[in-house]
């Protein structure tokens, strides 16, 4: 029913199960989540992979090479189809004090909270990433 809390499941579920890399199907907005992660430094590596008929997504994860704790401590979806959570500038919010991101879809593209601070944009909270 959910696509986008799919893609989240999946990547939290190998995290915890250790694995090095998942595999989804593609789409706009989850390649645009895939380079945020990427960008903050969540996941080590990503690859888009395009078929005959389909576009798939593989991400490499990230662990401490030493303790193997994951990069990803937790993500959970904050909006979904039937609840959408819109926030404006003035009521961003800081994902464990300023030590997790907020995912946004803007006006402007999809996006960390940050980055819409800066913009001084708002929109519809995707997920939070800690």
Avoid: Q, W
């Amino acid at each position: 029913m959910d696509p986008i809390a799919n893609f989240l499941t999946k990547i939290r579920n190998a995290m915890k199960a250790g694995h090095l890399v998942v595999e989804d199907e593609a789409s706009n907005l989850k390649k645009n989540i895939t380079k945020i992660l990427f960008d903050k430094g969540y996941i080590a590596n990503y690859k888009f992979v395009k078929n005959d008929k389909e576009e798939k997504i593989k991400i490499a994860l990230k662990y401490h090479p030493v303790t193997k704790i994951p990069a990803i401590r937790g993500i959970d979806r904050v909006s979904t189809p039937g609840r959408r959570v819109y926030v404006g500038v003035d009521e961003m919010p800081r994902v464990l004090n300023g030590l997790g991101i907020a995912i946004l879809s803007t006006s402007k593209g999809v996006m960390s909270d940050k980055m819409a601070r800066e913009l001084n944009v708002g929109g519809e909270v995707l997920c939070y990433v800690y």
